[in-house]
């Protein structure tokens, strides 16, 4: 390998990633496997932190890592995945669509709730329970997720 070679930990610090999450690019096929020393120990170039980065960012757009992998397979082989990469764009579209649909209804609830909380409120005596918790409408598992601690999800 030409010009400069960093450790596993090097190039994902470059590519703001974990040596884990590298290693997982590599047995998915995002990532192609690194070359070793003669000790065994992957070894990287800039060209590799490039491609990190390109795979990142194209996680982060909303590609799983396998599908990523079916694109970049396909395009290694000579078959441009041009339209594979198009119709998985549209379907995570879709997607999003379909989930800031139930954010803007979930919003809605949480305005409206908040509205009947502040009637009830200016109908309860000072010092005196409201229950406002017991108004709390059902929300859709997916909403009630996100807003959960990492450690807390159920």
């Not at 990190?52 to 909303?62: E, K, S």
């Not at 999003?96 to 139930?102: F, N, P, S």
């Not at 949480?110 to 200016?122: D, G, H, I, M, P």
């Amino acid at each position: 390998m030409a010009g400069r070679v960093f450790t596993i930990g090097e190039a994902a610090r470059r590519a703001n990633v974990s040596p884990d999450l590298v290693r997982y690019y590599e047995r998915v096929g995002v990532m192609p496997p690194a070359p070793r020393t003669a000790g065994g120990f992957r070894y990287y170039s800039d060209a590799s932190v490039e491609r990190l980065l390109f795979v990142r960012n194209a996680i982060r757009f909303g590609f799983s890592a396998k599908e990523l992998a079916g694109f970049l397979r396909a395009r290694d082989s000579g078959r441009p995945p041009c339209h594979a990469v198009c119709a998985a764009g549209e379907r995570l579209l879709k997607e999003m669509d379909e989930e800031l649909g139930q954010l803007r209804r979930a919003r809605d609830t949480f305005a409206a709730t908040l509205a009947a909380w502040k009637v009830r409120l200016a109908h309860t005596a000072p010092g005196t329970a409201a229950h406002l918790l017991t108004m709390v409408p059902e929300v859709p598992k997916r909403l009630r997720r996100a807003s959960l601690p990492s450690g807390a999800r159920t």
